[in-house]
């Protein structure tokens, strides 16, 4: 980001360090070279003083282009927006072109693949809405073996922190795993924004509100993004049951990851997933995993699954294994 930022000031452009987090490291220090740093706007919470990006400052100087570090950062109380992404918004609105940063780790489509891979939990996101409308994405790419060596040098954390840094998050399976998933991000944001995707095929998800509702939306939205259709999501509730706020954290979800959500009341959940999937016109249907049939007629009943596959045959039906969650269907 700072070279990009010093190449471009030698262009004859006006370039301006909006924020950069330097975390003390003398290299990242040096990067900065000649470039005009913003003052950072000190905001006071709880007796501690915080500093965060003063977008204010930064929209009165208007430089031609800002240099705005993790993206995905949130903003400490009291600040004009609650996340770093939503400044960036402000500063692209206001016709002020941005390079910024981001950690594949830190997209909303692929939390859950992160953590499952790395065992880490992933508390701050961007919406994958703002990747997609990125004008260009430069993916610095380093070999997993490679940037192990530069942290036992010291160039990442400071020397006390490696080791617990090597034996965790940056082992080797977890990096080579991250590339991978950042190179697919990548490839598929491209595609995306030069036109380049094949007929759009839609996805419709349906869920319930159980905890891990989470994964399968975001198992659909990456799908629909891959495959550049709409993601719709699905939430059959009984007639006699009333939004909750399990459900108002899916459909939070679903609209942080750019899906439609829809809630239908109904006794018949097969039958509602089967309107909806028509009615949209989706290719695809993603499920989670049915419970197991108890009892001596249930095992002579279709399954919901059974039910959905044999009313719709133009369309692939996608059954995801439960991931061990299982809270109170309606809580």
């Known amino acids: ?7 471009r000031q030698l262009k004859g452009e006006d370039v301006v360090v909006g924020l950069v987090e330097t975390y003390g490291r003398p290299r990242t220090i040096e990067a900065i070279g000649e470039l005009d740093v913003v003052p950072r706007e000190k905001i006071e919470y709880r007796g501690t003083v915080l500093e965060e990006m003063d977008l204010e400052a930064v929209l009165v100087r ?15 109380p009291g600040a004009r ?3 770093r992404w939503q400044d960036v918004d402000d500063l692209r609105d206001a016709g002020i072109d941005v390079v910024t940063t981001v950690n594949v780790q830190h997209v909303e489509s692929v939390k859950d693949v992160v953590e499952r891979i790395t065992g880490i939990i992933v508390r701050e996101t961007v919406p994958d809405r703002v990747l997609d409308g990125a004008d260009e994405i430069q993916f610095v790419d380093i070999a997993p073996e490679a940037l192990r060596k530069r942290m036992r040098h010291g160039n990442i954390y400071p020397i006390d922190r490696v080791d617990t840094a090597l034996t965790n998050f ?4 977890n990096l080579a795993a991250l590339r991978e998933i950042a190179l697919r991000l990548v490839a598929q944001s491209m595609a995306i924004s030069s036109g380049v995707l094949p007929s759009p095929e839609d996805v419709l998800v ?11 939306i975001r ?12 993601c719709v999501v699905l939430t059959v509730l009984p007639p006699s049951v009333a939004r909750g706020p399990h459900v108002a954290e899916t459909e939070a979800l679903a609209r942080k990851l750019g899906c439609q959500f829809h809630v239908v009341h109904s006794d018949d959940k097969a039958g509602a997933i089967i309107e909806a999937a028509l009615h949209y016109g989706a290719e695809h249907v993603v499920l989670g995993e049915p419970a197991h049939k108890d009892g001596f007629r249930e095992l002579f009943t279709p399954s919901l699954v059974e039910r959905v596959i044999d009313n719709l045959p133009d369309s692939d039906i996608h059954v995801i294994a439960r991931v061990g969650l299982d809270e109170p269907a309606y809580a």
Do not use: I, Y
């Open 206 to 216: 349906s869920v319930s509100s159980r905890a891990s509702s989470a994964g399968l």
């Open 170 to 173: 940056f082992r080797p399976g």
């Open 81 to 83: 927006h609650e996340k």
């Open 62 to 76: 208007h430089p031609q282009v800002a240099l705005v570090d993790e993206l995905a950062h949130t903003n400490a």
């Open 219 to 230: 198992r659909g939205a990456r799908m629909a993004r891959r495959l550049g259709g709409q």
């Open 1 to 7: 980001m700072l070279r990009e930022g010093r190449e």
